[in-house]
């Protein structure tokens, strides 16, 4: 076996491969071997001692020397990549047959992009860290999102199990009125139709609606019709409309009270698993703002002091390796928009765009920002002999078993991450690129 290598580009490399006419008729005679144990022969039986001769006139000399090629190339594929160095991000594509026997051909294999740095530009790269503050305010508004979540509503004057207050049948701030709507040219006008909203389900003070309409049905009880004429913004996203005056009739159906949860130890262990006053929550409520600004922040951070690493760097990615990448992030795509009760296809019909379309459009960019910084860090991991210690390792994969609360899945966790694990290679890598990042922070 003999196999030479050439560049053909900072990404493919072409490969070509000898083998001896020995080889080659080893390879033929097991495919004729195999064609008399398995194959059909006209008025043979399978596994006879069939003729090769009439083997040959049944299936062809051209078919059975490329089945025979084909053998020798898996067999002797991989043995010249461990020989010569090579780790392909794709299967190699055979360019050219120059000889079937003896074997001599040649591939087109892509590998992992040549990247060139600029050290000394490299070296001087710093970005500065965007600080992050986390106010009373911010974590106020936290809270009431969890409120607004978890608050319920009962109807008007019903009797309630859980205690809550609705004596008041007028619709006041916060509560939820169904109503039927429609606008009119003006006061005893004609119908605009545009602007019909049956039976619709409106907490009043959310701003679901334009400005000024659920204050009007403060103070409306159910089966009150209630009149009003509003001005529609000027920024109003259609034409027709902006800073157009509409008179509306309202009907309100249905009125109902908001339940909004209390805070309580037993309340806070339910939401968080740490049973705590309301000072406590608010501590966690903080510490949980902090981390996931931190993360974007971190996020926006690198986005910075990448554009200024590429802008040193000279390389491309290959297209398999792209492709492979687009149909990952595709993927990730869909299964965020399953978790959110969406489906990719309906999605797509919703923004009028193909799947091919979208992959190209909107995935690709993604992809090939992820790629490249991806291959971009490894290659300074490479040049800094950037690398964690086996304590900084094992502190990253208990802070992963930590997220999980079941007693059974940590100690699953704790046998599977070990060196060699998939799981456990990606966060070893993930902690050492993040280092290699903290690098470059003023």
Do not use: C
Not at 198 to 216: D, H, K, Q, R
Not at 396 to 408: L, P
């Amino acid at each position: 076996m003999q196999s030479t290598v050439t560049r053909k580009n900072s990404y493919t490399l072409s490969l070509t491969i000898k083998e001896s006419g020995v080889e080659f008729e080893k390879a033929r005679k097991h495919i004729i071997e195999d064609i008399k144990n398995n194959g059909k022969v006209k008025g043979f039986k399978q596994g006879s001692d069939i003729p090769e001769a009439v083997i040959v006139r049944e299936y062809g000399e051209a078919l059975i020397q490329e089945k025979a090629l084909d053998k020798v190339i898996s067999h002797v594929y991989p043995k010249v990549l461990k020989k010569e160095n090579i780790t392909p991000v794709a299967p190699g594509n055979i360019v050219e047959v120059k000889s079937v026997n003896p074997v001599e051909i040649i591939l087109e294999v892509e590998v992992f992009p040549e990247i060139e740095i600029d050290t000394k530009k490299l070296d001087l790269i710093k970005v500065k860290r965007t600080p992050v503050s986390v106010s009373d305010k911010d974590v106020d508004t936290e809270i009431d999102a969890i409120k607004t979540r978890f608050t319920h509503f009962h109807a008007a004057g019903s009797h309630t199990e859980d205690g809550a207050d609705t004596s008041h049948l007028a619709i006041e701030k916060g509560d939820r009125a169904t109503v039927t709507a429609q606008g009119y040219d003006k006061k005893d006008g004609e119908a605009i139709k545009e602007t019909y909203v049956p039976s619709y389900p409106l907490v009043i003070g959310s701003g679901s609606f334009i400005p000024g309409f659920e204050e009007e049905l403060v103070g409306a009880k159910v089966g009150d019709e209630v009149g009003f004429t509003i001005t529609f913004p000027a920024d109003y996203h259609s034409e027709d409309f902006k800073s157009r005056k509409v008179y509306f009739v309202a009907v309100i159906e249905k009125v109902e009270k908001p339940h909004t949860p209390e805070f309580t130890p037993e309340f806070i262990e339910q939401l968080r698993g740490e049973k705590t006053d309301m000072a406590g929550f608010r501590e966690i409520i903080k510490k949980e703002i902090i981390t996931k600004k931190e993360n974007e922040t971190r996020n926006k951070d690198e986005d910075t002091l990448m554009k200024e690493i590429l802008a040193v760097s000279t390389f491309e990615v290959g297209p398999s390796m792209l492709s492979s990448e687009i149909d990952q992030i595709y993927r990730e795509h869909a299964t965020n928009l399953e978790q959110q009760g969406l489906d990719i296809k309906g999605y797509l019909e919703h923004i009028k765009k193909s799947e091919t379309e979208y992959k190209e459009t909107v995935v690709k960019i993604e992809a090939e920002r992820r790629l490249k910084a991806e291959l971009i860090l490894r290659k300074i991991k490479e040049i800094r002999n950037t690398d964690a210690t086996d304590d900084e390792i094992k502190t990253e994969v208990d802070k992963v078993i930590a997220q999980y609360g079941s007693a059974e899945v940590v100690e699953r966790l704790k046998a599977k991450l070990v060196p060699g694990d998939n799981y456990y290679e990606d966060i070893k890598n993930r902690l050492i690129y993040r280092k290699v990042v903290d690098t470059f922070w003023a």
